[in-house]
């Protein structure tokens, strides 16, 4: 393995268990990663979703200068101030009001003529979400338990049948598969590649020393994305893998 300058990751099913907090194991090498090299979260979620499973859980020694967030499938980018001790905003491609409620309604209608009905009982949480610039649908609730997304949609063939029903969307949108039970919607050209690309834009980093980690790097995964911008990449299994995974990078590094 070559030596990096930054590594990239994803969250949930990389980092994290799906919509879970990091484990200390996780938290605390990271934190120590960014003495080391630039860490960077790219993921569907939102800023406060990953404040919840991703900053808030790190270390206090962590070096956040070297930290930087790419919510919502890379549609805006953060980056910490240290004077202002504040998360300012990079760049951010918010949807417009219209936007949002054209998208809300072609998920509602591809609900209604889906062949299979989700039980309202089981549904915990926000189940289309509102994320400024991506809306998200989550089938079973954002705050369904992992254990039981799990076995909802293993195949994706419900997700690929309620993509079906939203074809009005494709002129102006993508839509794609976000975790277990969710999908996407953002602004056209707007996914992993597209935010990869503006992080390296706005640093003065080079893609060829970059790495990303995912676990959904095949045609048709969330993170699949990522290779068309010919950055290094790395599959994994979950947070144990990626753990070995940064482990690797460091010990190269040093």
């Not at 393995?1 to 994290?16: A, V």
């Not at 070096?63 to 202002?84: A, D, H, V």
């Not at 980093?205 to 790395?234: H, M």
């Amino acid at each position: 393995m070559k030596k990096y300058d930054t590594l990239i990751f994803d969250l949930d099913g990389t980092l994290t268990v799906s919509k879970q907090p990091l484990d200390d194991q996780t938290a605390t090498l990271l934190s120590e990663t960014t003495h080391q090299l630039n860490v960077v979260i790219i993921t569907g979620g939102h800023f406060d979703q990953i404040k919840l499973q991703v900053i808030n859980q790190l270390n206090s020694s962590i070096n956040l200068e070297n930290f930087y967030i790419l919510p919502t499938s890379g549609s805006s980018m953060r980056k910490y101030n240290t004077q202002k001790d504040f998360w300012d905003i990079v760049y951010d491609n918010q949807l417009t009001e219209d936007q949002k409620k054209r998208i809300i309604l072609s998920l509602e209608n591809a609900l209604e003529r889906a062949s299979f009905t989700i039980d309202p009982n089981i549904i915990i949480g926000e189940q289309i979400e509102d994320r400024n610039s991506q809306i998200t649908l989550s089938a079973l609730g954002q705050k369904q338990l992992p254990e039981v997304k799990a076995l909802w949609d293993p195949a994706q063939e419900k997700r690929r049948e309620l993509i079906t029903y939203m074809a009005d969307l494709e002129d102006e949108f993508d839509v794609r598969f976000g975790g277990g039970t969710s999908i996407d919607i953002t602004l056209k050209g707007i996914d992993k590649e597209y935010g990869i690309r503006q992080f390296y834009k706005h640093t003065h980093f080079k893609i060829e020393n970059g790495l990303f980690v995912g676990d959904q790097i095949v045609p048709g995964g969330n993170d699949f994305a990522a290779t068309k911008t010919g950055i290094d990449t790395r599959k994994t299994t979950g947070p144990g893998k990626t753990i070995e995974i940064i482990n690797s990078v460091l010990i190269k590094h040093n």
